[in-house]
C-alpha cells in the first residue's frame, strides 16, 4: 500500500493530509510517481489544478525526485507546494 502525504496548501486545499492506495489500482500497478499523479488527478478539478505537473514537488521516501521516479509498494510520496526563499 502505498501511503501519500499532503503538505502547506495543498493539505488545505484538498481536505486531507494523507491518503493510502493500493499498489495495484483499476488492475495496473502504479509503478511511477506520474502515474500516481495522473490517478490523483481525475480525482476532480481541484486535484487536476493542484497536482499538476509543476505546481506540486515530490518526494519519494522523503527525498526529492521527479515524475520519472519509480514507485513500489509500500513507499510514502509526498506531495507539496513550491517553496520560495526570500
Do not use: C, H
Not at 493510502?20 to 500497478?29: A, H, K, L, P, R
Not at 515530490?58 to 526563499?85: H, L, R
Amino acid at each position: 500500500m502505498l501511503k501519500i502525504l499532503f503538505f502547506g496548501q495543498l493539505k488545505e486545499v484538498l481536505k486531507t493530509e494523507f491518503l493510502d492506495i493500493e499498489f495495484v489500482y483499476s488492475g495496473e500497478q502504479i509503478n511511477s510517481v506520474a502515474k500516481l499523479r495522473s490517478i490523483l488527478q481525475a480525482k476532480g478539478d481541484v486535484w487536476d489544478e493542484y497536482l499538476a505537473y509543476g505546481k506540486a514537488l515530490v518526494a519519494v521516501n522523503q527525498e526529492m525526485t521527479n515524475d520519472d521516479a519509480v514507485i513500489g509498494d509500500a513507499d510514502e510520496i509526498a506531495f507539496f507546494p513550491p517553496v520560495t526563499g526570500g
